[in-house]
């Protein structure tokens, strides 16, 4: 494991390279970005007021967060990170392999076979986090933040791996299949291909409106920086073996997950077929059905919070500025609840 260094995101943040089992394209590695909290202190929101963090205790002060991002994409939401640390948390992101900073010449990008090989990204994480590989050996509260993919593939794990987390939030989570009902009838098909041919790419659907509506929506006074070689403005190719792995995954939460601590969910109102271009495509989800996903989520254990944000992108934190600012204010709302409610 190698040491902290300066991130390309500057500022507060810095990596790690997490080395990582060789696979059929040789070495293979993860990386882990950090931002800690500070001491100057941070805006107490339903106070109206200052805190110094030398004469108050803040509220997130024993709580790590570890963030996965989704497909085609990898960390450097700053505002995300600092969120968590102005509250007192430790924030961590995790580019998982052969994604952003952890994808290296000859590899196939986001290639996998089956979600739990993220397993051991998510091990090493912990144990470079100072948790232990199950990410109890702490005795730090631990959240697991997932975007899309990414909160599919915490949803399993958080699933598989009791006790290890003591919240789940999940940023518009890829729980089911866009056609909820077509995927038992395609699943076959996708097993079938997956073995006979597994790096056979499906062909480009994407048409780039979801990277034109960020940017159509960007606000100057919120700026985000986003490297389009490690998230292009259309989507990483598809490939058969990945593709079962996703299908598998629905499966596995239609089939009810056992995440026994709180979850919460951000979802946008609604969802768009970004079939061509229109202004609507700035004010909805082009990726998920979201109906469905609300749906799924209910699946992930026996305490789910879901929270609908009109006019929110699949990423409802780079989303246009009033419903970005209504996600914010939705997920301190939850945290601060389920952090005092923690603690009793």
């Known amino acids: 494991m190698s040491e902290w260094i300066p991130d390309v995101l500057g500022d507060e943040f810095a990596q790690r390279t997490l080395e990582l089992a060789d696979d059929h394209e040789g070495p293979v590695v993860a990386t882990l970005v950090r931002a800690l909290p500070t001491e100057s202190g941070w805006w107490d929101r339903p106070f109206g007021r200052f805190r110094n963090p030398l004469t108050r205790r803040r509220p997130l002060d024993d709580v790590d967060v ?152 960007a606000d100057p006074d919120d700026p985000v920086d986003v490297n389009l070689a490690w998230r292009p403005v259309q989507t990483m190719a598809v490939h058969a073996g990945w593709f079962r792995a996703i299908l598998a995954g629905h499966a596995k939460v239609a089939a009810g997950l056992s995440i026994a601590v709180p979850v919460c969910v951000l979802l946008s109102a609604r969802s768009a077929t970004p079939t061509r271009w229109s202004a609507d495509l700035t004010s909805a989800d082009t990726v998920l059905v979201v109906d469905d996903i609300a749906k799924a989520a209910l699946k992930l254990g026996p305490t789910v919070t879901v929270e609908r944000i009109d006019g929110a992108l699949h990423d409802v934190f780079l989303s246009r500025h009033e419903a970005r600012e209504e996600a914010y204010a939705r997920l301190d709302r939850w945290v601060r609840g389920w952090a005092a409610a923690d603690q009793t």
């Open 66 to 217: 570890l963030y996965v991002h989704g497909w085609s994409d990898y960390f450097f939401q700053k505002r995300l990170a600092r969120f968590w640390t102005a509250r007192g948390a430790r924030f961590f992101a995790l580019d998982l392999r052969k994604y952003g900073r952890s994808l290296r010449q000859g590899q196939t990008p986001g290639y996998i076979t089956d979600l739990s090989t993220y397993d051991e990204d998510i091990e090493a994480a912990l144990v470079a986090m100072g948790r232990g590989s199950e990410g109890t050996a702490s005795g730090r509260r631990l959240v697991l933040l997932g975007h899309s993919t990414g909160g599919l593939t915490l949803s399993l794990w958080a699933s598989r791996h009791p006790g290890a987390a003591d919240a789940v939030i999940l940023n518009s989570p890829w729980l089911e299949f866009q056609v909820a009902s077509v995927r038992p009838l395609i699943t076959p098909m996708a097993e079938l291909q997956a073995r006979l041919r597994p790096l056979e790419a499906a062909p480009q659907v994407d048409l780039g409106f979801y990277t034109r509506a960020q940017q159509e929506v």
